[in-house]
């Protein structure tokens, strides 16, 4: 089997990242059973657990922290998916990530800074 062209790859990474953001997870885990990195980025640096903590797909994020995704990696804005589930409220998916073992002082601004910002410092344990 040939490898994907760029434009295939481009359009693929597309699929996945809208998986992602909608909490389809297990058509998600399908691309990573075909060999999908797990840490694949969009171009703007957002991989599906960065966009899967965003917009609270719980689900979506626990499976791609079981899958060994890296709960630190940070998209071109510095920012890391703890950070933004912070800033979303998503209480549960900020713990899973706690859990997990993200980094509370990585990315700008950085998890912690987040939480003192709405309040929220209770959630980083």
Do not use: C, W
């Amino acid at each position: 089997m040939e490898p994907l062209s760029e434009e295939q790859t481009g359009r693929l990474v597309v699929i996945v990242t809208d998986l992602a953001r909608q909490g389809r997870t297990q058509e998600l885990l399908e691309f990573l059973d075909h060999g999908l990195p797990v840490d694949v980025q969009d171009g703007e640096g957002n991989t599906p657990l960065m966009l899967a903590a965003y917009h609270g797909r719980t689900e979506t994020v626990r499976a791609l922290i079981g899958r060994g995704a890296d709960v630190d990696l940070r998209n071109g804005r510095d920012q890391s998916p703890v950070a933004g589930a912070l800033f979303k409220g998503e209480d549960e998916i900020v713990g899973a990530l706690v859990a997990a073992g993200a980094d509370l002082d990585a990315g700008t601004p950085s998890a912690r800074a987040t939480a003192e910002m709405f309040g929220r410092t209770a959630l980083l344990g």
